[in-house]
Protein backbone atom coordinates (compact mmCIF):
# COMPACT_ATOMS: atom_id res chain seq x y z
CA UNK A 1 0.00 0.00 0.00
CA UNK A 2 0.80 3.25 -0.67
CA UNK A 3 1.95 5.66 3.02
CA UNK A 4 3.26 8.95 3.68
CA UNK A 5 6.60 8.63 6.12
CA UNK A 6 9.85 10.58 6.81
CA UNK A 7 13.67 9.74 7.61
CA UNK A 8 14.51 13.26 8.94
CA UNK A 9 12.63 15.79 11.12
CA UNK A 10 11.89 19.08 8.89
CA UNK A 11 10.25 20.97 6.81
CA UNK A 12 7.70 19.59 4.26
CA UNK A 13 10.08 18.71 1.98
CA UNK A 14 11.02 15.28 4.58
CA UNK A 15 7.75 13.51 3.49
CA UNK A 16 7.57 10.89 1.12
CA UNK A 17 5.19 8.75 -0.42
CA UNK A 18 6.45 5.25 0.15
CA UNK A 19 5.18 1.07 -0.11
CA UNK A 20 4.65 -0.61 2.92
CA UNK A 21 2.70 -3.85 3.93
CA UNK A 22 -0.84 -3.65 4.36
CA UNK A 23 -1.49 -4.05 7.92
CA UNK A 24 -4.20 -6.17 9.33
CA UNK A 25 -7.55 -6.11 11.76
CA UNK A 26 -6.49 -7.07 15.32
CA UNK A 27 -8.92 -8.15 17.79
CA UNK A 28 -11.22 -5.23 19.20
CA UNK A 29 -10.38 -3.37 15.92
CA UNK A 30 -10.81 -2.88 11.72
CA UNK A 31 -9.22 -2.61 8.99
CA UNK A 32 -10.25 0.59 6.95
CA UNK A 33 -9.54 1.45 3.43
CA UNK A 34 -8.54 4.79 3.75
CA UNK A 35 -10.48 7.36 1.17
CA UNK A 36 -9.17 10.83 2.45
CA UNK A 37 -7.42 11.64 5.43
CA UNK A 38 -7.05 15.42 6.94
CA UNK A 39 -4.54 17.41 7.89
CA UNK A 40 -4.23 19.10 11.59
CA UNK A 41 -1.56 21.33 12.50
CA UNK A 42 -0.38 19.11 15.39
CA UNK A 43 0.79 17.05 12.45
CA UNK A 44 3.30 19.68 11.20
CA UNK A 45 4.69 19.97 15.16
CA UNK A 46 5.27 16.37 15.13
CA UNK A 47 7.24 16.68 11.84
CA UNK A 48 8.61 19.09 12.56
CA UNK A 49 10.05 17.89 15.60
CA UNK A 50 8.36 20.33 18.26
CA UNK A 51 6.34 17.90 19.23
CA UNK A 52 8.16 14.66 20.02
CA UNK A 53 5.41 12.81 20.38
CA UNK A 54 6.79 9.75 18.12
CA UNK A 55 10.70 9.51 18.88
CA UNK A 56 13.06 10.03 16.19
CA UNK A 57 12.32 9.06 12.68
CA UNK A 58 11.19 7.23 10.52
CA UNK A 59 7.44 7.47 11.33
CA UNK A 60 4.65 7.98 9.82
CA UNK A 61 2.21 10.79 10.56
CA UNK A 62 -1.60 11.94 10.42
CA UNK A 63 -4.80 10.97 12.06
CA UNK A 64 -7.82 11.76 10.61
CA UNK A 65 -9.45 9.27 8.27
CA UNK A 66 -12.77 8.38 6.40
CA UNK A 67 -13.18 5.04 4.87
CA UNK A 68 -14.89 1.84 4.60
CA UNK A 69 -14.33 -1.22 6.71
CA UNK A 70 -12.62 -3.67 4.45
CA UNK A 71 -11.77 -6.51 7.42
CA UNK A 72 -13.52 -6.76 10.91
CA UNK A 73 -11.65 -8.29 13.89
CA UNK A 74 -13.39 -9.82 16.53
CA UNK A 75 -15.45 -8.39 18.84
CA UNK A 76 -14.71 -4.98 16.97
CA UNK A 77 -18.89 -4.50 16.13
CA UNK A 78 -18.72 -3.03 12.71
CA UNK A 79 -19.17 -4.62 9.22
CA UNK A 80 -17.19 -4.87 5.93
CA UNK A 81 -18.73 -2.42 3.95
CA UNK A 82 -19.48 0.02 7.05
CA UNK A 83 -18.54 3.93 6.06
CA UNK A 84 -16.38 5.00 9.47
CA UNK A 85 -14.20 7.97 10.20
CA UNK A 86 -12.43 8.84 13.47
CA UNK A 87 -9.21 9.30 15.06
CA UNK A 88 -7.59 5.52 15.25
CA UNK A 89 -3.94 5.39 17.22
CA UNK A 90 -4.37 9.21 18.24
CA UNK A 91 -1.55 10.29 19.69
CA UNK A 92 1.18 7.81 19.98
CA UNK A 93 -0.46 4.93 16.94
CA UNK A 94 1.35 5.66 13.57
CA UNK A 95 -1.56 5.15 11.52
CA UNK A 96 0.26 8.05 8.65
CA UNK A 97 -1.83 9.06 5.65
CA UNK A 98 -1.99 5.68 3.67
CA UNK A 99 -4.05 3.41 1.48
CA UNK A 100 -5.00 1.23 4.72
CA UNK A 101 -5.38 1.98 8.69
CA UNK A 102 -6.42 -0.09 11.41
CA UNK A 103 -8.04 1.32 13.98
CA UNK A 104 -9.97 0.26 17.55
CA UNK A 105 -13.38 0.32 17.25
CA UNK A 106 -13.72 2.58 20.33
CA UNK A 107 -12.18 5.26 18.21
CA UNK A 108 -14.11 5.34 14.83
CA UNK A 109 -18.08 6.03 14.53
CA UNK A 110 -20.33 5.48 11.41
CA UNK A 111 -19.59 8.24 8.91
CA UNK A 112 -22.71 10.82 8.48
CA UNK A 113 -24.31 9.71 5.80
CA UNK A 114 -24.46 13.36 4.44
CA UNK A 115 -20.95 13.85 4.10
CA UNK A 116 -18.26 12.67 1.74
CA UNK A 117 -15.44 11.25 2.74
CA UNK A 118 -13.11 13.80 1.89
CA UNK A 119 -15.85 16.05 4.46
CA UNK A 120 -15.80 13.53 7.16
CA UNK A 121 -12.29 13.00 7.49
CA UNK A 122 -12.28 17.15 8.27
CA UNK A 123 -14.06 16.46 11.45
CA UNK A 124 -12.46 14.18 14.01
CA UNK A 125 -9.61 15.62 15.73
CA UNK A 126 -10.87 19.08 15.49
CA UNK A 127 -14.85 18.40 15.80
CA UNK A 128 -13.31 16.21 19.43
CA UNK A 129 -11.59 18.96 20.55
CA UNK A 130 -14.23 21.65 20.34
CA UNK A 131 -16.82 18.43 21.26
CA UNK A 132 -14.89 17.49 24.45
CA UNK A 133 -14.09 21.12 25.95
CA UNK A 134 -17.55 22.98 25.19
CA UNK A 135 -20.27 20.38 25.36
CA UNK A 136 -18.17 17.42 28.06
CA UNK A 137 -15.94 19.98 30.27
CA UNK A 138 -17.78 23.13 29.80
CA UNK A 139 -21.71 21.60 29.84
CA UNK A 140 -22.78 25.02 27.44
CA UNK A 141 -26.26 25.58 27.99
CA UNK A 142 -28.91 27.55 26.02
CA UNK A 143 -28.87 31.49 26.35
CA UNK A 144 -25.06 31.32 27.45
CA UNK A 145 -22.42 33.49 26.26
CA UNK A 146 -19.46 31.67 24.77
CA UNK A 147 -16.26 33.16 22.85
CA UNK A 148 -14.55 31.34 20.05
CA UNK A 149 -11.29 32.06 19.23
CA UNK A 150 -9.89 31.49 15.66
CA UNK A 151 -12.84 30.80 14.64
CA UNK A 152 -12.15 30.44 11.11
CA UNK A 153 -9.81 27.53 11.83
CA UNK A 154 -9.96 23.95 12.04
CA UNK A 155 -11.29 23.97 15.55
CA UNK A 156 -12.85 26.87 15.67
CA UNK A 157 -15.51 26.63 12.31
CA UNK A 158 -16.64 23.43 14.01
CA UNK A 159 -17.00 25.03 17.65
CA UNK A 160 -18.76 27.86 16.40
CA UNK A 161 -21.73 25.93 15.17
CA UNK A 162 -21.15 23.33 17.87
CA UNK A 163 -21.95 26.27 20.84
CA UNK A 164 -24.78 27.24 18.47
CA UNK A 165 -26.36 23.60 18.24
CA UNK A 166 -26.22 23.64 21.91
CA UNK A 167 -28.19 27.19 22.01
CA UNK A 168 -25.69 29.64 22.81
CA UNK A 169 -25.58 33.06 21.93
CA UNK A 170 -21.73 33.08 19.99
CA UNK A 171 -19.01 35.69 19.89
CA UNK A 172 -16.14 35.02 17.37
CA UNK A 173 -12.73 36.12 17.10
CA UNK A 174 -11.55 36.22 13.13
CA UNK A 175 -9.55 38.53 10.79
CA UNK A 176 -11.88 40.54 9.24
CA UNK A 177 -11.34 38.96 5.27
CA UNK A 178 -13.00 35.92 7.50
CA UNK A 179 -15.96 37.24 9.08
CA UNK A 180 -18.91 36.73 5.96
CA UNK A 181 -17.29 33.01 6.59
CA UNK A 182 -17.82 32.95 10.21
CA UNK A 183 -21.05 34.92 10.44
CA UNK A 184 -22.38 31.76 7.81
CA UNK A 185 -21.29 29.13 10.44
CA UNK A 186 -24.01 31.00 12.75
CA UNK A 187 -21.56 32.99 15.07
CA UNK A 188 -24.38 35.71 16.48
CA UNK A 189 -21.11 38.17 16.61
CA UNK A 190 -17.37 38.28 15.20
CA UNK A 191 -14.97 40.93 16.41
CA UNK A 192 -11.46 41.48 13.85
CA UNK A 193 -8.86 40.24 16.51
CA UNK A 194 -6.27 42.22 14.89
CA UNK A 195 -7.75 45.62 15.02
CA UNK A 196 -9.73 45.26 18.13
CA UNK A 197 -9.08 44.59 21.48
CA UNK A 198 -11.42 42.43 22.62
CA UNK A 199 -10.62 42.42 26.20
CA UNK A 200 -12.34 46.43 25.91
CA UNK A 201 -15.41 45.09 24.17
CA UNK A 202 -16.61 42.13 26.30
CA UNK A 203 -17.10 40.86 29.50
CA UNK A 204 -19.12 38.80 32.21
CA UNK A 205 -18.78 35.52 29.39
CA UNK A 206 -20.06 32.02 30.04
CA UNK A 207 -17.29 30.57 27.88
CA UNK A 208 -14.21 30.81 25.99
CA UNK A 209 -12.73 28.56 24.08
CA UNK A 210 -8.89 29.48 23.52
CA UNK A 211 -7.58 27.83 20.58
CA UNK A 212 -5.20 31.10 20.65
CA UNK A 213 -3.23 30.95 24.16
CA UNK A 214 -4.73 34.17 24.70
CA UNK A 215 -4.13 33.21 28.31
CA UNK A 216 -4.71 35.98 30.77
CA UNK A 217 -6.72 38.40 28.70
CA UNK A 218 -9.01 35.04 27.93
CA UNK A 219 -9.49 35.05 31.68
CA UNK A 220 -10.08 38.81 32.14
CA UNK A 221 -13.33 38.61 29.97
CA UNK A 222 -15.33 35.57 31.95
CA UNK A 223 -17.88 36.04 34.62
CA UNK A 224 -17.20 34.59 37.93
CA UNK A 225 -17.84 30.85 37.89
CA UNK A 226 -16.89 30.74 33.81
CA UNK A 227 -14.83 28.60 32.19
CA UNK A 228 -12.15 28.89 30.27
CA UNK A 229 -11.41 25.97 27.56
CA UNK A 230 -7.61 25.86 26.93
CA UNK A 231 -6.51 24.40 23.61
CA UNK A 232 -2.63 25.54 23.68
CA UNK A 233 -2.21 26.04 26.99
CA UNK A 234 -3.68 22.65 28.28
CA UNK A 235 -0.51 21.19 30.11
CA UNK A 236 0.16 24.75 31.84
CA UNK A 237 -0.60 23.55 35.45
CA UNK A 238 0.68 26.84 36.59
CA UNK A 239 -1.64 28.41 34.49
CA UNK A 240 -4.60 26.50 35.30
CA UNK A 241 -4.08 27.20 39.01
CA UNK A 242 -4.04 31.39 38.19
CA UNK A 243 -7.71 30.84 36.51
CA UNK A 244 -8.76 28.57 39.82
CA UNK A 245 -7.53 31.43 41.93
CA UNK A 246 -9.51 34.48 39.94
CA UNK A 247 -12.79 32.12 40.78
CA UNK A 248 -13.45 30.67 37.20
CA UNK A 249 -12.99 27.36 36.26
CA UNK A 250 -10.62 25.44 33.99
CA UNK A 251 -10.55 23.30 31.36
CA UNK A 252 -7.59 22.42 29.34
CA UNK A 253 -8.34 20.09 26.61
CA UNK A 254 -5.95 17.75 24.72
CA UNK A 255 -8.25 15.63 22.61
CA UNK A 256 -8.66 11.87 22.70
CA UNK A 257 -10.58 9.39 20.15
CA UNK A 258 -14.01 8.73 21.46
CA UNK A 259 -16.32 6.75 19.19
CA UNK A 260 -19.89 7.72 21.25
CA UNK A 261 -18.83 11.56 20.96
CA UNK A 262 -18.11 10.78 16.91
CA UNK A 263 -21.80 9.48 17.01
CA UNK A 264 -23.11 12.11 18.57
CA UNK A 265 -21.68 14.54 16.13
CA UNK A 266 -22.63 12.52 13.05
CA UNK A 267 -25.84 12.78 14.03
CA UNK A 268 -25.72 16.91 14.63
CA UNK A 269 -24.12 16.85 10.93
CA UNK A 270 -27.04 14.43 9.39
CA UNK A 271 -29.08 17.04 11.24
CA UNK A 272 -28.34 19.89 9.46
CA UNK A 273 -26.44 21.80 12.56
CA UNK A 274 -22.63 21.15 11.55
CA UNK A 275 -20.78 20.77 8.67
CA UNK A 276 -17.04 20.91 7.85
CA UNK A 277 -15.50 23.30 5.71
CA UNK A 278 -12.97 22.04 3.52
CA UNK A 279 -10.68 24.48 1.77
CA UNK A 280 -7.99 22.56 -0.37
CA UNK A 281 -8.49 19.05 -1.36
CA UNK A 282 -4.98 17.39 -2.68
CA UNK A 283 -4.08 13.66 -3.39
CA UNK A 284 -2.13 11.65 -1.77
CA UNK A 285 0.83 12.63 -3.78
CA UNK A 286 1.10 16.54 -2.97
CA UNK A 287 0.88 15.68 0.81
CA UNK A 288 4.36 18.53 0.67
CA UNK A 289 2.02 20.81 -0.98
CA UNK A 290 -0.55 20.53 1.49
CA UNK A 291 2.00 20.80 4.53
CA UNK A 292 3.47 23.66 2.82
CA UNK A 293 -0.11 24.99 3.36
CA UNK A 294 -0.34 24.03 6.45
CA UNK A 295 2.62 25.76 7.74
CA UNK A 296 1.59 29.03 6.11
CA UNK A 297 -1.26 28.94 8.77
CA UNK A 298 -3.95 30.99 6.95
CA UNK A 299 -5.82 28.05 5.95
CA UNK A 300 -9.65 28.51 6.25
CA UNK A 301 -10.85 25.21 7.78
CA UNK A 302 -9.47 21.92 7.03
CA UNK A 303 -7.00 20.64 4.62
CA UNK A 304 -7.69 17.41 3.44
CA UNK A 305 -5.85 14.08 1.21
CA UNK A 306 -8.06 12.05 -1.08
CA UNK A 307 -6.89 8.54 -1.24
CA UNK A 308 -9.39 6.99 -3.81
CA UNK A 309 -13.26 7.44 -5.42
CA UNK A 310 -15.55 9.07 -3.00
Excluded: C
Aim: hydrophobic share 45%; charged share 20%; glycine share 12%.
Amino acid sequence: MRIVTQRSLGGPEVLEVVEAGKPSAGSGEVLIRVRAAALNPVDASVRSGRLPLLGEPPFSIGWDVSGVVEQVGPGAGFAVGDEVYGLPGFPFGQVGYAEYAAAASQQIARKPSSLSHAEAAALPLAALTAWQGLVKAAEVKPGQRVLITRAAGGVGHLAVQIAKAHGAYVIALAGQPKHEFVRGLGADEVLDHYSVDFTEKLGDLDVVLDANAYGERALRVLRPGGVLISILQHRDAEFAQRVQDAGRRFAGVGVEPDGPALEAIAELVDAGKIRPHVSRLLPLEDVTRAHQLLDEGSTVGKIVLTLGED
